[in-house]
Structures are given as structure tokens and as C-alpha cells.
């Protein structure tokens, strides 16, 4: 299909349609409320389901009933409703369904404003409920990649029977680039064996994340551990690497804060600077082998900088990946401020500069870019 100029937020919606979505749950929150609008206008035209529920409380139980019954189901929210949802997030984990979430994030904590931010980074990655689990997170740098991670969000669900976030801050879901849909994918009607039953003349199914007995829940535990580390080593994970010969600073992003230190980069190659770019694409399974391998892979690598719209979420795995083979700094901007290039080349300069310091110098800067 041909380009079209399209808005994030209806990518993403637009996106999840193709790829086959028969049920939409959500409540309006800015900076993704286009996603939902699009949802309640297309749904419609083709004849699947499309809720604006009363709450994001409601409607994620509403998203988990619809996954326990084996429907192709999606919700979307940013950052405060999508702490309200985590409680079902948590049973859905536990019930081994899929679903795909959308989280355009901004600023925080509390109800904080409607400016972009990368700070949900610890939310999503860490377990997105309480308990022992992680759902599978993408997080796209265009309007494209909105779309194709969100189409791959939906194959990934299945394939896995779990949750898939795909995130991005607020940037993302208001900008607007030229990008190309994939063809609509048939519905089957068809649904998994594994999908609750219980109608009369059929077998009865129940799916549940209720287990009262130690040993019964451990059990859950182990298997759940099991499909985990089956994610972790089925090259699920995604990455995208630029200017990494000869690098001696590479930064490391994702988002719209990669596309800002790409610009940077670019330009510091330019004038004739020694750095490069490691970009996450998942941000779990993250790429902790593929960062772990860098020192070995690029004999010229001094040290790594990590620049992310938020206090410094994703730089603990970035340290913990690179285990002090070569130091590791950080840069970020808060509030749903995004950094620009400048101040990235900046804190490049700095890390060049500061190699061989202790990791707890603080190098001076600007007075806006928290660095450390």
C-alpha cells in the first residue's frame, strides 16, 4: 500500500485493526484519547467490539474477560490509567491469556501533565501487577514502527499467551510522519482450545489466576518462569545499532530520546567524533547480551552514555548488561521535556572527557540535563 501522512495514535489504532483486533475496551486519557476515538469510529464500520467503559479499572477486567473467552483484544491507555489497570494485568498474567496494551506515556508522577515522558519505563518492564512476571514490551521510534510492533504485539500474544505492551511517550503518539498499513487480515471466528467454556453440551473450561494451595500456586510460579525464559531465548529480542566502528562513546536510547541522540550522533560523526548508537527496540526481553557484548565487539569502546526522558529508569539495566566492563553514564530530562540534540552532543563531549572517573562524579553541565 502507498505511504499516507497518519498521526501516531491513529497508527497504532489503525494497526491494531489490520492485525485482526475483534475487541477494543478503554477510557479517554490524553495524550493516546485518538487512539480510542479511531477505535470507536472503525470498530463500528466493520463490526467488532468497541467499549468506552466507565473506568481503566473496568475496562481492563473487561479486556481479561475477553481474552479468557479467546478474542484477538487490545486496550490503550498513558501513564496514571495504566497504574489503575495493573491489578488486571496481574490476574491475566496468572491466567496465561493474551492481550496487547498501548501505553503513550507522559509526564508523572501523580497526574503530572500531558507532555511526554519515558518514566512508565520501571512500570512496564518490571512486571506491569504485582508477582513474579513480565510481559513482553516494544517500544517503537516512528509512526512505522508503531504500526509494525503493534501488528507484531498481536503475533507475539499468541504465540506466547501474554501480555504485550507496546509503549511510547506522548511524542510519538501526536506526531505525524508518512507510513505504510499492512493489508487487513481476515477474522476466523475461530477460537483456542485453551479459551474458557461452559455452555451447555460443551466441555467445561475455567480460567482463573485463584490458587488457594502453596504447592498448586508455586507450580504456576515455575511454569510461568518457564514461558519466560522461553521469550528470553527464542530471539525475541530487537535492537537497531548506527556508527558503531571505531565508536568510543556509544549512547544508548529508545523512543523519541533515540531519535534525538541520533541526531546527535550524526552530527558528532560529522565532525569527525568517535561515537555511536545502540537503540532497544524490546525493552523486554531486553538486549542485555547484545549491550554485554559491545566491549569485545568494539575494542575502541570507552564508555557508554544513557539518555532517557525520565530520572534514569532504563540505565540499571544498562549497568547491570555492561557489569563495569566500561563506565556508564547517564542524561536525561524530566516533566515530559525532551531533550534536544545539543544537549545530547554535550553530554557526548562530557563522557568522552569524563572516562576513567569514578561513576559517582557528577561532570558540570547545563543546569537542566540531570547527569551522573
Given at each position: 500500500?502507498?505511504?499516507?501522512?497518519?498521526?501516531?495514535?491513529?497508527?497504532?489504532?489503525?494497526?491494531?485493526?489490520?492485525?485482526?483486533?475483534?475487541?477494543?475496551?478503554?477510557?479517554?486519557?490524553?495524550?493516546?484519547?485518538?487512539?480510542?476515538?479511531?477505535?470507536?469510529?472503525?470498530?463500528?464500520?466493520?463490526?467488532?467490539?468497541?467499549?468506552?467503559?466507565?473506568?481503566?479499572v473496568a475496562a481492563v477486567n473487561m479486556v481479561y474477560g475477553a481474552a479468557a473467552a479467546g478474542a484477538k483484544v487490545m486496550t490503550s491507555?498513558?501513564?496514571?490509567?495504566?497504574?489503575?489497570?495493573?491489578?488486571?494485568?496481574?490476574?491475566?498474567?496468572?491466567?496465561?491469556?493474551?492481550?496487547?496494551?498501548?501505553?503513550?506515556?507522559?509526564?508523572?508522577?501523580?497526574?503530572?501533565?500531558?507532555?511526554?515522558?519515558?518514566?512508565?519505563?520501571?512500570?512496564?518492564?518490571?512486571?506491569?501487577?504485582?508477582?513474579?512476571?513480565?510481559?513482553?514490551?516494544?517500544?517503537?521510534?516512528?509512526?512505522?514502527?508503531?504500526?509494525?510492533?503493534?501488528?507484531?504485539?498481536?503475533?507475539?500474544?499468541?504465540?506466547?499467551?501474554?501480555?504485550?505492551?507496546?509503549?511510547?511517550?506522548?511524542?510519538?503518539?501526536?506526531?505525524?510522519?508518512?507510513?505504510?498499513?499492512?493489508?487487513?487480515?481476515?477474522?476466523?471466528?475461530?477460537?483456542?482450545?485453551?479459551?474458557?467454556?461452559?455452555?451447555?453440551?460443551?466441555?467445561?473450561?475455567?480460567?482463573?489466576?485463584?490458587?488457594?494451595?502453596?504447592?498448586?500456586?508455586?507450580?504456576?510460579?515455575?511454569?510461568?518462569?518457564?514461558?519466560?525464559?522461553?521469550?528470553?531465548?527464542?530471539?525475541?529480542?530487537?535492537?537497531?545499532?548506527?556508527?558503531?566502528?571505531?565508536?568510543?562513546?556509544?549512547?544508548?536510547?529508545?523512543?523519541?530520546?533515540?531519535?534525538?541522540?541520533?541526531?546527535?550522533?550524526?552530527?558528532?560523526?560529522?565532525?569527525?567524533?568517535?561515537?555511536?548508537?545502540?537503540?532497544?527496540?524490546t525493552l523486554w526481553p531486553f538486549p542485555e547480551k547484545e549491550l554485554a557484548a559491545l566491549p569485545q565487539r568494539i575494542p575502541s569502546l570507552?564508555?557508554?552514555?544513557?539518555?532517557?526522558?525520565?530520572?534514569?529508569?532504563?540505565?540499571?539495566?544498562?549497568?547491570?548488561?555492561?557489569?563495569?566492563?566500561?563506565?556508564?553514564?547517564?542524561?536525561?530530562?524530566?516533566?515530559?521535556?525532551?531533550?534536544?540534540?545539543?544537549?545530547?552532543?554535550?553530554?557526548?563531549?562530557?563522557?568522552?572527557?569524563?572516562?576513567?572517573?569514578?561513576?559517582?562524579?557528577?561532570?558540570?553541565?547545563?543546569?537542566?540535563?540531570?547527569?551522573?
Amino acid at each position: 500500500m502507498p505511504k499516507q501522512l497518519m498521526k501516531g495514535n491513529i497508527a497504532f489504532a489503525e494497526a491494531a485493526i489490520r492485525a485482526g483486533c475483534e475487541v477494543y475496551f478503554g477510557y479517554p486519557i490524553t495524550p493516546q484519547t485518538e487512539l480510542l476515538e479511531h477505535m470507536s469510529m472503525r470498530m463500528v464500520e466493520l463490526g467488532r467490539v468497541f467499549l468506552q467503559a466507565e473506568s481503566e479499572v473496568a475496562a481492563v477486567n473487561m479486556v481479561y474477560g475477553a481474552a479468557a473467552a479467546g478474542a484477538k483484544v487490545m486496550t490503550s491507555s498513558s501513564s496514571p490509567g495504566i497504574s489503575l489497570m495493573q491489578e488486571g494485568f496481574s490476574y491475566m498474567a496468572a491466567s496465561n491469556v493474551p492481550a496487547v496494551v498501548v501505553d503513550v506515556m507522559r509526564g508523572g508522577p501523580g497526574l503530572g501533565n500531558i507532555q511526554p515522558s519515558q518514566a512508565d519505563y520501571n512500570q512496564v518492564t518490571k512486571s506491569a501487577g504485582h508477582g513474579d512476571f513480565h510481559p513482553i514490551v516494544l517500544a517503537p521510534s516512528t509512526v512505522q514502527e508503531a504500526i509494525d510492533l503493534t501488528v507484531l504485539a498481536f503475533d507475539l500474544a499468541e504465540k506466547y499467551r501474554t501480555l504485550v505492551f507496546v509503549i511510547a511517550d506522548g511524542t510519538i503518539g501526536q506526531m505525524m510522519e508518512p507510513a505504510e498499513l499492512p493489508e487487513m487480515r481476515p477474522i476466523t471466528n475461530s477460537k483456542p482450545s485453551w479459551a474458557v467454556t461452559g455452555a451447555k453440551g460443551r466441555t467445561h473450561n475455567v480460567i482463573t489466576s485463584l490458587y488457594m494451595g502453596a504447592e498448586e500456586l508455586e507450580k504456576l510460579n515455575f511454569d510461568l518462569q518457564g514461558k519466560l525464559q522461553q521469550i528470553q531465548q527464542a530471539s525475541e529480542v530487537r535492537y537497531e545499532e548506527a556508527h558503531l566502528d571505531g565508536a568510543e562513546v556509544v549512547v544508548v536510547a529508545f523512543g523519541t530520546a533515540a531519535r534525538v541522540a541520533q541526531t546527535a550522533v550524526k552530527r558528532l560523526r560529522k565532525a569527525g567524533l568517535p561515537v555511536g548508537l545502540f537503540r532497544p527496540i524490546t525493552l523486554w526481553p531486553f538486549p542485555e547480551k547484545e549491550l554485554a557484548a559491545l566491549p569485545q565487539r568494539i575494542p575502541s569502546l570507552r564508555s557508554l552514555l544513557v539518555v532517557e526522558m525520565n530520572a534514569g529508569q532504563m540505565v540499571h539495566d544498562v549497568r547491570e548488561a555492561i557489569a563495569g566492563q566500561v563506565p556508564v553514564r547517564f542524561a536525561g530530562r524530566m516533566g515530559g521535556i525532551i531533550p534536544v540534540p545539543e544537549e545530547i552532543e554535550e553530554e557526548i563531549r562530557l563522557t568522552l572527557k569524563s572516562t576513567g572517573l569514578s561513576l559517582s562524579n557528577k561532570e558540570p553541565h547545563n543546569g537542566r540535563v540531570i547527569a551522573r
